[in-house]
Structures are given as C-alpha cells and as structure tokens.
T-cell receptor, first 112, second 115 residues
Framework: QKEVEQNSGPLSVPEGAIASLNCTYSDRGSQSFFWYRQYSGKSPELIMFIYSNGDKEDGRFTAQLNKASQYVSLLIRDSQPSDSATYLCAAKDSGGYQKVTFGIGTKLQVIP | SAVISQKPSRDICQRGTSLTIQCQVDSQVTMMFWYRQQPGQSLTLIATANQGSEATYESGFVIDKFPISRPNLTFSTLTVSNMSPEDSSIYLC????????????FGPGTRLTVL
C-alpha cells in the first residue's frame, strides 16, 4: 500500500513568519510530487509540483524534494492569514498508471 | 489548466436512492478521475475513467455501487447507487494535464448528504 504521510496539525504560525510543511512518501519509484491547498468547503487547488531533487521556488512558496530520504516539503514565506488552509501533499505512483496518492493534509493557521 | 465543472454542487438524498454526478471539462482529456473526500479525511480515489473503456476501480469500490460513464473526451458521470448515510461525502472529479505539467486538476466538487 503506497502511502503519503503528513502531520495533520494544526500548525500555527504568526503572520509574516515562515510556515514549513512536510511529508514523506513510501513509493521509492515516485517521480512527481505535488502540493495542493484546500480551503474549507472548497476543492484542492494546485500550488506547486516538483520532479527534481532540490528546491523549486514560486513567489512566496518553495517546494523541496529529497528522493533519497523520500521527503517533500513546502515552505511558505511571509505567511498571511489568507494562507490558512489545509495543505495536501501528493505523489504520483511509479509505473504507467497515473494514480496519485494524497496525504491527509496539514492544517495551517496563520495568526494575525 | 483545464476548467472543470460539476453538477450538482450539492444534494441531500434519501437512503436507498441513487444520485448521478456530472463532470464536464472544457478541453479533451484522456483520463478522468473520481475521488471521495469524507469529513476530515484526505482524498480517496474511487476509479479512473478512460474514454472508450471500462473504468478502473480502486480496492474497496465496485461498479455496482459506483457506476461510471465516459462517453467522450470531455464528459463523465459517477452514480452513487443505493445510498446510505455512509456515502455522505464530497465527490470530486479530476483530470490529468498529461501534457504540460503531468498534474491533476480538480472540479469544484459535489457535496452529498444522505439522510
């Protein structure tokens, strides 16, 4: 059973701080990784995807991937109250079948 | 990214009845996915629907309970049959970009309550 593990939180950070969200995955063959943001009552919205080891930056968001450790993280700089949401980590399974396994999500609370 | 719409956005149904959820995409896509998200839980894949072939169901989901149609490259339906309160959930349609970013994008979801 392929798994993506996340701490469900909540993770509370003050406004303006850096929020660090982490996940690990079990399928060593996974090549594609995704972070989705889900506001309460809404569907998941893609924030970032990452395929290569290292960092990928997009505005206030940085995704980090370490395939040797099977570890993915998302950093949110200058956190805003509007960033308060659940962040889902996802990994696309290895092999030809395009199934994506999602973590349970980490609830982030940015305190004004 | 593809624009995905779902109908209905929400419904309240009686036990034992069936509900069909529609998913429409604004561009042709090969693969469409149906997920369920129960309260406080993450996304669970129900099945993958390819145009012109039978849907592929994940463990724990069967065609008799969740029949799926995929008549063309822009449309799919999921039926939740013989509903019970345990079927109360958000049902999400998703498509795989498959070309540019290899990512999945989600429709707005259907919030189902079974009484």
């Amino acid at each position: 059973q392929k798994e993506v593990e996340q701490n469900s939180g909540p993770l509370s950070v003050p406004e303006g701080a850096i929020a660090s969200l982490n996940c690990t995955y079990s399928d060593r063959g996974s090549q594609s990784f995704f972070w989705y943001r889900q506001y309460s009552g809404k569907s998941p919205e893609l924030i970032m995807f990452i395929y290569s080891n290292g960092d990928k930056e997009d505005g206030r968001f940085t995704a980090q991937l370490n395939k040797a450790s099977q570890y993915v993280s998302l950093l949110i700089r200058d956190s805003q109250p509007s960033d308060s949401a659940t962040y889902l980590c996802a990994a696309k399974d290895s092999g030809g079948y395009q199934k994506v396994t999602f973590g349970i999500g980490t609830k982030l609370q940015v305190i004004p | 990214s593809a624009v995905i719409s779902q109908k209905p956005s929400r419904d309240i149904c009686q036990r034992g009845t069936s509900l069909t959820i529609q998913c429409q995409v604004d561009s042709q896509v090969t693969m469409m996915f149906w997920y369920r998200q129960q309260p406080g839980q993450s996304l669970t894949l129900i099945a993958t629907a390819n145009q012109g072939s039978e849907a592929t169901y994940e463990s724990g989901f069967v065609i008799d309970k969740f029949p799926i149609s995929r008549p063309n490259l822009t449309f799919s339906t999921l039926t939740v049959s013989n509903m019970s309160p345990e079927d109360s959930s958000i049902y999400l349609c998703s498509v795989d970009d498959g070309v540019l970013t290899d990512t999945q994008y989600f429709g707005p979801g259907t919030r189902l309550t079974v009484l």
